[in-house]
């Protein structure tokens, strides 16, 4: 099992999101070791920083339909602009917000909506190749 770690960003679903990605989690052979919760820019980019000091693979849920400043995509872009990104790609869902994943070196963080049937739309779809083959082979 390859360990990865989650970050509830603003979202309000969380038990419904958590049995979602668990679900799916069991399906890619990732264990979900650990969840952390931010509310704001400040608190997302902390638990980022310590969550790829243990693993890496992080899901962020949540953040995705704001369109201010607390957008997840709009901080991200930020942490991300001065690294060396290898693959970006966004994970088309028909049902609501699109998914991203971002993939640097050997790291992938990937960006999820807060409904639960449309993690399970994502998870379902393009993104169960693309980690099981970047995620266990870099495990």
Do not use: H, W
Not at 29 to 53: H, K, N, P, Q, V
């Amino acid at each position: 099992m390859v360990e990865c770690k989650t970050v509830f960003y603003s979202a309000r679903k969380t038990s419904l999101c958590e049995r979602a990605l668990k679900k799916s989690f069991s399906e890619l052979d990732l264990d979900m070791s650990e969840i952390s919760f931010a509310a704001d820019r400040g608190s997302l980019c902390d638990a980022l920083t310590e969550a790829f000091a243990e693993c890496n693979i992080v899901f962020v849920i949540g953040g995705l339909g704001f369109g201010d400043e607390r957008d997840v995509k709009k901080i991200v872009s930020r942490l991300i602009k001065s690294s060396c990104v290898d693959d970006c790609k966004k994970l088309k869902n028909p049902t609501g917000d699109d998914g991203y994943i971002i993939r640097a070196d050997s790291q992938l963080l990937v960006l999820l909506p807060d409904e639960p049937e449309q993690i399970e739309a994502i998870m379902q779809g393009a993104i169960t190749g693309y980690i099981k083959i970047r995620g266990n082979a870099r495990a």
